[in-house]
């Protein structure tokens, strides 16, 4: 009786590591396919006014790429290019949280998911993959008006 159940415990251990394994190396829904090549599209820097109280505190200055798949690039670059680059304007145009007086951090992955957002709305299919903040910087109004003054 404890050969068989032994046995039987010994098969049913096999055949779960085999059903895990499976598991672990099945391909993801996520990966994406080998044939399909994305392309980092590099748009120009954007700037855009931070206004609080109707006047201009200052301008966020943004160095932005669009992950965009290789067929699209090829075939609408200079409207992916206009598109991305009218959802980085106003993805920052609208974001609130920039709030430079008190200094707070901003969520770039949620700025970068609006601009996604944003984009492929105005593109009407989902084109852009990803918007990629390569840098952000403020520059405050007063800043400006010393820099012209000298």
């Not at 672990?24 to 120009?44: C, F, H, M």
């Not at 700037?47 to 109707?54: L, Q």
């Not at 991305?84 to 970068?112: C, H, P, T």
Request: aromatic share 6%.
């Amino acid at each position: 009786m404890k050969s068989l159940l032994l046995g039987t415990l010994a098969i049913a251990a096999t055949l779960g590591g085999h059903y895990a394994a499976g598991i672990v190396s099945a391909p993801r829904s996520t990966v994406q396919a080998p044939d399909e090549k994305v392309e980092i599209v590099k748009l120009e820097p954007i700037s855009a006014p931070v206004i609080r109280d109707g006047k201009v505190i200052g301008y966020v200055i943004a160095r932005m790429s669009v992950a965009v798949s290789a067929p699209d690039v090829k075939a609408h670059r200079d409207l992916l290019v206009a598109y991305a680059s009218e959802a980085v304007f106003r993805g920052i145009y609208e974001e609130k949280s920039f709030d430079f007086a008190a200094m707070r951090a901003v969520d770039i992955s949620q700025l970068g998911q609006r601009i996604v957002e944003f984009a492929n709305k105005r593109f009407g299919k989902p084109v852009v993959r990803e918007a990629v903040v390569e840098s952000i910087n403020f520059v405050s109004q007063a800043e400006l008006q010393a820099r012209r003054a000298n």
